[in-house]
């Protein structure tokens, strides 16, 4: 019996930006599914409305600012979810509602296996939503200690929630281009773009790796000053890739077509570091 037709999509606000089409719409094409991945404008008020009036698709992808909202929204959640107190994915439930995940763990994981990277020290640039799937992703890598390095501690509280959930223990430290911290093994910069600029100049080792989640522009001056010294370096193109193909198997069941997905973000941002 062929595969009926499906929806899914991606919701957030602003959403024109997104790559998740291009990814997800590959991944429906080499898996020969005829289904439709859309774009969605949607804000925290709009969220509920939007996901009752499509109960029937086949899940969602979430972005800023929803990734919170749609954990509070889900009836069911997996432990990452819970432990990074955001997801980024919905999926739904026989019997009705939605199940949350949070596939940017995944997509940690995925792009430092790009690298073979197994770091035993590691340290946080930032301490919002992506500093919380980053710290899972080290959780699950086997790290008991984690820096993170931040201009106001006193907007690291759900951080420290996610490490406590997941058992690892904080080292908070201040935001500078001194800090001690920046020697570490692995270093994962979850800044925006341009707020990391001023640490290149920092002394920056061969046997480093640099994650970035900014590809846009790319590279970074960061990456840029990282991949001189030797270290290695990868974008957050291949955060974007791992979590999506993460997604596209959560919501078809089916294994996500790698090599498609790379290709068809690689076309679409050609400049992204991949």
Not at 33 to 39: D, E, I
Not at 195 to 214: C, H, K, Y
């Amino acid at each position: 019996m062929p595969d009926r037709p499906r929806l899914a999509g991606v919701l957030g606000r602003p959403i024109e930006h997104s790559l998740s089409p291009v990814l997800h719409n590959a991944a429906y094409t080499a898996l020969g599914l005829p289904w439709q991945y859309q774009a969605q404008d949607c804000g925290v008020v709009d969220l509920s409305g939007v996901l009752a009036e499509r109960a029937d698709w086949a899940g969602f992808s979430l972005t800023m600012p929803l990734k919170r909202a749609a954990l509070e929204q889900a009836v069911q959640a997996s432990s990452r979810a819970r432990a990074v107190g955001a997801a980024n994915t919905l999926l739904p439930v026989d019997g009705g509602g939605w199940r949350a995940d949070n596939t940017d763990v995944q997509g940690v994981l995925g792009a430092l296996a790009e690298a073979s990277c197994r770091p035993s020290t590691a340290t946080l640039l930032g301490a919002g939503g992506t500093a919380q799937a980053a710290l899972v992703a080290l959780a699950e890598l086997g790290l008991r200690e984690c820096a993170v390095l931040v201009r106001d501690t006193g907007r690291t509280v759900d951080l420290q929630a996610t490490a406590a959930a997941a058992g690892v223990t904080l080292r908070l430290g201040e935001l500078t281009v001194a800090a001690p911290e920046l020697g570490a093994g692995l270093v994962v910069s979850t800044l925006p773009a341009g707020a990391a600029d001023g640490l290149a100049v920092a002394p920056w080792r061969s046997d480093q790796t640099l994650l970035d989640v900014v590809y846009a522009p790319w590279p970074t001056a960061l990456a840029a000053a990282v991949s001189a010294s030797g270290g290695a370096v990868l974008s957050g193109a291949l955060m974007l890739l791992h979590q999506a193909m993460a997604q596209v198997e959560l919501m078809t069941g089916r294994a996500a077509p790698a090599a498609a997905m790379r290709a068809a973000l690689a076309a679409a941002a050609p400049d992204a570091g991949l």
